[in-house]
């Protein structure tokens, strides 16, 4: 998910003015520093993992309660809907490795995630989404062969990450005039054909709807009109900035946090137990810049003249600076711990969710710590 926000917040960034902070605070409390013991599973709760196909390393069954295999793309031509494959030429041979972890969890949960993305190397784009959901004809297509395959593969439900209705990131079609309203009359369709017993989530960005760039219609999503067909939303509370924090409960200086999310969400009606709070497992360092990113488990192979673990009193979340000035921001089990406790224990979130398991260390140091977060007795 994380890989398709970056052209948006580039532009809004470069209005901005670049922040910069004395590494002068060291938490107390190591990234690796995780409790042994773990949380009882808790029913109602979500912990979820998006799996993405390119990866290596696999969620731990153990430390979740959802998987969303990242991704499936959809083959529009003409603007006609074709069908759809797994990323990674439809490599069904990773996917099967993912649903086979329904094996050793009986309770985990195992979704198709779609995006607007084109990387097989039999697709182009065609339409994308906004093709899809421009017409009832291809709704109903779409749904079904959705429907077909969750039967298929004995999966749980399907999660539809088209960033953003009204906006054209990675070259996909957009029509802001529409493209909104469609969104939802997607989402209808797909609960109208996978009925109740199958799950249907969406990515949410952290913001309602709002007015398109050009002036005429609308971008993002309508979050009042959609939420009756979902049964949650992951909210991408990451890469909200770079200059400043990307995943601050707080911070004036940043482009978004997480509290003016919660706000903007809880405005536009969505419940608390539809909320699912997203967690970056990566250093966001740039948009534009290499390295756009550092995940969690190349931290330790860093140098001295970069130091982690700096804490912000107000972001809540540490940061990274490389010889005493600020260079990027990220989430840790401290961090992650706190926003469990404000989010989940205070506010009741139904969860958490993070981009990505691949990116987390070999003892799932973060994994953990979500998992403890979203099921501590609060």
Not at 6 to 11: D, K, P, Q, Y
Not at 115 to 122: E, G, I, K
Not at 206 to 221: H, L, Y
Request: one cysteine or more; charged letters at 20%.
């Amino acid at each position: 998910m994380k890989q398709f926000t970056n052209l948006i917040f580039a532009c809004v960034l470069m209005l901005g003015s670049s922040a910069c902070h004395n590494d002068d605070y060291v938490s107390s409390r190591s990234t690796d520093d995780v409790e042994e013991q773990l949380e009882t599973f808790k029913s109602g709760r979500v912990c979820l993992a998006y799996a993405p196909y390119y990866r290596t390393q696999l969620p731990n069954p153990n430390y979740v309660t959802h998987i969303n295999y990242a991704f499936a793309e959809v083959y529009v031509v003409d603007g006609v809907y074709q069908g759809f494959k797994l990323q990674g030429d439809n490599n069904e041979s990773r996917f099967s490795e993912v649903v086979a972890l329904k094996k050793k969890n009986s309770r985990l949960k195992i979704l198709l995630s779609f995006t607007h993305s084109v990387v097989n190397s039999d697709n182009s784009q065609g339409g994308s989404f906004s093709a899809i959901a421009a017409s009832q004809d291809n709704r109903k297509r779409f749904a079904q062969d959705c429907l077909s395959f969750v039967r298929q593969w004995g999966i749980d439900g399907i999660d539809i990450d088209w960033e953003f209705p009204g906006m054209s990131w990675s070259g996909a079609a957009c029509d802001p005039l529409v493209d909104v309203d469609n969104f939802t009359l997607l989402m209808q369709q797909l609960r109208e054909t996978l009925g109740a017993s199958y799950l249907l989530t969406f990515a949410g960005y952290v913001k309602d709807k709002q007015p398109a760039t050009s002036g005429d219609g609308w971008r993002f999503i309508d979050l009042a009109a959609v939420m009756p067909y979902v049964d949650y939303v992951n909210i991408m509370t990451y890469d909200l900035d770079s200059n400043s924090f990307q995943s601050a409960v707080s911070k004036s200086s940043a482009y978004w946090d997480i509290e003016r999310t919660r706000l903007a969400y809880l405005e536009a009606g969505v419940p608390y137990d539809k909320m699912v709070l997203g967690i970056p497992f990566y250093v966001r360092h740039s948009f534009d810049a290499s390295p756009n990113v550092v995940d969690y488990y190349q931290i330790a192979s860093y140098s001295a003249d970069y130091k982690f673990d700096n804490w912000d009193d107000e972001a809540q979340t540490p940061y990274v600076t490389y010889k005493g000035n600020f260079w990027g921001s990220y989430d840790n089990a401290e961090s992650i711990a706190r926003k469990g406790a404000t989010y989940v224990g205070t506010y009741g979130f139904k969860g958490m969710m993070y981009w990505d398991a691949g990116a987390d260390d070999s003892q799932y140091t973060l994994s953990r710590a979500c998992w403890n977060a979203v099921m501590k007795d609060y």
